[in-house]
Structure formats: structure tokens, C-alpha cells
């Protein structure tokens, strides 16, 4: 199912959380919204749930206008930073919850459970109760919870963000594969653009409260709209004017045309990549990332002087 | 641990011990001791004449209408304090806790001057024929009022404290604010409400200066089991005002054992 947010706006306190919001998602794709905490993403995900109404604006589902629609019926399901499991109730009765409410047949909601218990490798834990479970263990479970309902798009509210890194990192690749098998739309909500370039088949830079641009992981990593997408979706470096990823910069060993001198001041190796900090004669710093091999072959070392030569390097035209 | 230490340590204890014992326990412990002083019988029979009943049944009376109506309100009020939003929210949370500052017997007078003859509500009750003052509807009223912080006040924090994320995650999951409220909203607050039960419960029983003055203490009419163990010590019925004071401690025991019971059962 398609949804399309259009010119909408909200505020709280005088605080403009979203400002003439305009989205498109697609059906059945995995879209992010990435941005800054308090960038208003968290907003526009409850203004599609229907948790929150817009003060100005439009919501539409598969092209038909939701937004006077509560929340309960709109068939969303919806996962929450904190899990927002149900403290009282086994994890079965968290994830029967949904179907309990629509009053299924006790068989089929059993055998729904299973199922669902089973995709989320939970299996052994339906009789336990969510202060039991680990905070991966419970984040499975409420998503356990949102797909229960078949619901015709699934929203995920930074889902991984209370998680520490390796479940983060599993809990992501899960969450990409299981959309690989139920292609239900989904929207999730993150600050961290590696998690949105990694999962997301589309991906929305929110900042301020406005769309700074959408397009694929890579449109927005090699074809950034402007200076705060380049700098949010990855690392930056400055020449005066121009902007260049630190990957695109080269390190020669001797002058050449266009080339800029400087001077290396720090080599970190950090992994497969050496981290290599410059400074130009008028006292620029630009930090380069280059491979193990280029930084042996060049033999860098802190004190050298280099000459910089720049691929792929951006100016944008002052906003 | 040094000798000093052990020593400065035993006398906090003994001194916390002692000040309950001599405030709480050993008062409590009397009245029981005096009340079977002379075998169960002539504690039974101080408690079952006619006056006596009557101030029994009155008490539970007052129990049945005030807790139930203070509950509900009290659990309302504290969604609409903690979740609604509107102006005039801090007003309102600051007169809820009036009965805590006013002093009971003023509340009574209060009623009084609203409520008696001569008060401008109370004129419409007489010329009605209903009368509330120095009777039933006055002792509720007062019974209410000065039980009514408690639900609300034990409810609010744990409001605040559960936050709305399991109510919203059950409202995109398809239930109604009704479901939302009965399924997940009173289950994640039952314990404050318990406690609000209780103390309110507590309170209705116990209050004796608000219904005092606007029940007229009126014999085997507008006497609770309160306003009954002071007339009985009043007449220099000692074993009387006993015996009434241990089925007063043992109904809120009851009570409490009730709620307890209650909940383990929700909990299996």
C-alpha cells in the first residue's frame, strides 16, 4: 500500500515539529526517515499512524485520505523506541493482543501466534513475561505484536535505538530480511544513516522539520541536494568552496596541475582504513580516508608534506 | 564495624521501635486486651445491641456509597489530570487536596451553611421534604468529601509513571479508548488503585469530626460506629466503646484482606 503525506504541519507549544511535509512511499518498499533528534521524524511517523492529528495537510492511504481516521482503525502496525510491551500480559496474550481486540476464533488466534512466535524466535518464551526478556527479546516481540494484525503498512519508531550494538546490528538484518518475505510497506525511524543506508530501499533526510531530500541510499550518498545531506549521510571534507567525501581525495607523493599541498599531521589506522589528518597552507584541515595499501605504498607518516588531488568534489549554490 | 558504631546503630533501633511501639502498637494492643478482658461474651453483647447495629450498618452504608463514588471519580480525575490537556489543570489539582488541609469539623460547619435550612441549596432540599443535614445524605456527603484526595493522589503518580506508549501501541493495534482503558490503562494501575481503595476505605470508616458535626449524633439514626464508641465512652461505658473500636480495626482489616485477595487472584 502507497502512502502520501502532503503538506502537512505540526506543532506543539509553538514548537513547529513538522513544517510542509510532502512524502511519497512507495508500495511494498522499506523506506527510513533520517535525520537529527528532534528533527521532527518521530512526529511525522505518529502523524501516519494517526497518534498524532496534523494541524495542516493530508495523509493518504493507497491514494484514499486517512487522516480523520483514529488510529485503531487504520491498520497500521506500530513499533516503539521503548517496545511498549504490554507489562501484565505473557508474551502470547502481547502478541494475541490485536486479534483478541478484532474477536478471531480462539483456534486461529493460537495458530497465528505460533506462527508468529516462530518468525520471531521466540518460541519458548510464550509464557514468560516481558520483564523476563532481554530488550532484543522484547523488541521481537512487539514486532511480533505489530505483524499480528496483518496490517497494510508496518512503522517502526528508531526501533533499534535502546539496543546495544551487536543485537542492533542483528535486529537490522533481520528486520531486512523479514521484509524480504512479508513485503509489507514499512517506514522506520533512525538517526543513524548507516542503519538507514544499510536497510532502506529509500531513504528521507528530515532536519528542522522539513524534507531536505528523498531518493535511494545512493542518490543521497553520491547526488546529495545539499551541504546538510552530504555532511548527515556520511563524512565530509572542505576545500573552500567545494565539498569532497575523504575517500575521493587522492594523495600524491609530488606536485602535479591542480593538485593543493599539505601537510599530514596524524595517520590512524582504523582497521581495513587509514584515517590520514592534513592541514593546507592556509591552515585548512581536511581529513582523508585511504586503504591500508595506499597508506603503505605512500610510506605516510605524520611531518610528510603531500600534494592532494580532488575527485567528485560538490559546490552547491548558497541556499 | 567499630563498638561505637554498633552501639550508635542498636539505639537508632531501639528508639524506632519504641516510638512505634508506644504510638502504635501498644494503644492498638490495649484496646483488644480491655475488649476480651472478660471472655468474648460480654464483648459480643456490647456489639450486638440495637444502637450498636445500627451504627454498623450505618458505617458500612457510608463505606458502600463514598468508596465506589470516589473511586471512580478519583480514577477519572487522574486521567484528565495527567493525560488531557487544559487549562486550569493545576487549579483543579490543588482543590482536590482541600480535604487534607481543611480541618473535618470545618468541612462539617461547611455543609452546614450549603446544605442546611437556611443554606441556599438546602432551602431547595426542604422545600423538596429531603432533608441532609442531621441526617443520611449529610454524613455521605461529609463521608465523601473528606475521603475524596485519595484515589486520585495514589493514581497520578503511577499514571505519570507508565507513560502513553502502551496505550497508543494499543490503540494502533485496533482498541477502542474504552478496550484501551479496561485492558491495558486499569490493569497497569490497579496497584495505585488498590492503595487509593484502601486508604479511602480507611478514611470513610474512621471519619468522625465532619460526620459529627452534621449527623446531629442522633441515637440508633445518624450514629456511625465512630460517633458510637465516643457516645458509649461518653456514658462511662468503657467495654462498650472497646468493643465497638475492635470491629471498627477489624472491618478495615477485612477490608484490606479483601483487596489483597482480590488481586493475587487477577494476578494467577
Known sequence: MAIDVRNVS???????????????????????????SGGGKSTLLRVIAGLERPDAGEVLFSGQAVTDLPAQERGVGFVFQHYAAFKHMTVRDNIAFGLKIRKRPKNEVRERVDELLALVHLGGWAGRYPAQLSGGQRQRMALARALAVQPRVLLLDEPFGALDATVRKELRDWLRKLHDEVHVTTIFVTHDQE??????????VINEGRI?????????????ANPFVMGFVGPVSRLGETWVRPHDIEILEDAEDGAQQALVERVARVGFEVRVETVLGDGTPVPILVTRQQADELELTAGQIVWLRVHRAREFAPS | MSASGRASRLTLRFLALGYLAALLAVPVAMVFYKTFEGGIGPAFDAVTTPSAQHAFWLTCLMVAIAVPLNTVFGIGLALALVRGRWRGKTLVSAIVDLPFAISPVVVGLALILVYGNAGWIGTWFAENGIRVIFSTPGMVLATIFVSLPFVVREVVPVLREIGVEQEDAARTLGASPAQTFRRITLPAIRWGVAYGVILTTARALGEFGAVAVVSGKIEGQTETLTLFVEQRFQAFDLAGAYAASVVLALLALAVIGTMTLLDRRKEA
Do not use: C, M, W
Not at chain 1, 17 to 32: K, Q, R, S
Open chain 1, 195 to 204: 542503519e538507514a543506508l544499510e536497510v532502506a530501499q529509500q531513504v528521507a
Open chain 1, 10 to 36: 505540526k506543532s506543539f507549544n509553538g514548537f513547529q515539529a513538522i513544517e510542509d511535509v510532502t512524502l511519497h512511499v512507495p508500495d511494498g518498499l522499506l523506506t527510513a526517515l533520517l535525520g537529527p
Open chain 1, 212 to 224: 531536505e531530500q528523498t531518493g535511494t541510499p545512493d542518490d543521497l550518498y553520491e547526488r546529495p
